[in-house]
């Protein structure tokens, strides 16, 4: 099975700073179609995930662009920079090239 | 709107069953697999498997294959999720997810499952 390693597990940042986080994965996630199918999800408190990004740098409808996808093969990071108070949460990436599909073990974004 | 609103939580013996629904409106049922998805208390997310809700076909992954059942009633535009023999670790939120072109676009609010003697 493809694992996903997200670091670090939790990130304390200051309002209006960036954040950066790693998901790094045991094998490419390229699909032998040319597509990356790597997405990052935001679990809010006490709700659903959400669909933030997908194929890697693809933002969802109404996501905002401060909000950053970006890497290639086994390597990804989510930036987000300006954080506001409602991007608190557990980010997950997410891979769908391989079967099974798998998620990262998540990264906790707490506001200082 | 696009909505999958799930069955409230449950509460179970070991070696119980429980089914779970995750009713859909909003769009053409038939045109999303529907995805399964655990999320034990306080862990993360787990990929459990999906549904072809065309066929009917489902797909497990390897820690799901025997008591966990994947259902439609197509006719209803609801998905469900079945698990027999239920046992303390499967203590658990259980998400539905639609997907399209290989991303989860909407999900249902969860439905929490409570395994105690």
């Known amino acids: 099975d493809v694992v996903l390693t997200q670091t670090p597990v939790s990130l304390s940042v200051t309002l209006g700073d960036q954040a950066s986080i790693s998901c790094r994965s045991s094998q490419s996630l390229e699909y032998s179609d040319g597509y990356t199918y790597l997405e990052w999800y935001l679990q809010k408190p006490g709700q659903s995930p959400q669909l933030l990004i997908y194929?890697?740098?693809n933002r969802f409808s109404g996501v905002p662009d401060r909000f950053i996808g970006s890497g290639s093969g086994t390597d990804f990071t989510l930036k987000i920079s300006r954080v506001e108070p409602e991007d608190l949460g557990v980010y997950y990436c997410f891979q769908a090239t391989h079967d099974p599909l798998t998620f990262g073990s998540g990264t906790k974004l707490e506001i200082k | 709107q696009i909505q999958l609103v799930q069955s409230g939580p449950e509460l179970k013996k070991p070696g119980e069953s429980v089914k779970i629904s995750c009713k859909a409106s909003g769009y053409t049922f038939t045109d999303y697999a529907m995805h399964w998805v655990k999320q034990a208390p306080g862990k993360g997310l787990k990929w459990m498997g999906w549904i072809n809700t065309y066929t009917g076909k489902p797909t497990y992954a390897d820690d799901f294959k025997g008591r966990f059942v994947f259902s439609l009633e197509a006719s209803a535009s609801t998905a469900n999720l079945q698990i027999s023999n239920l046992k303390n670790e499967d203590t658990a939120t259980y998400f539905c997810?639609?997907?399209?072109?290989?991303?989860?676009?909407?999900w249902g609010q969860g439905a929490s499952v409570t395994v105690s003697s």
């Open positions: 997810a639609r997907m399209t072109n290989y991303v989860m676009d909407a």
């Open positions: 194929g890697v740098s």
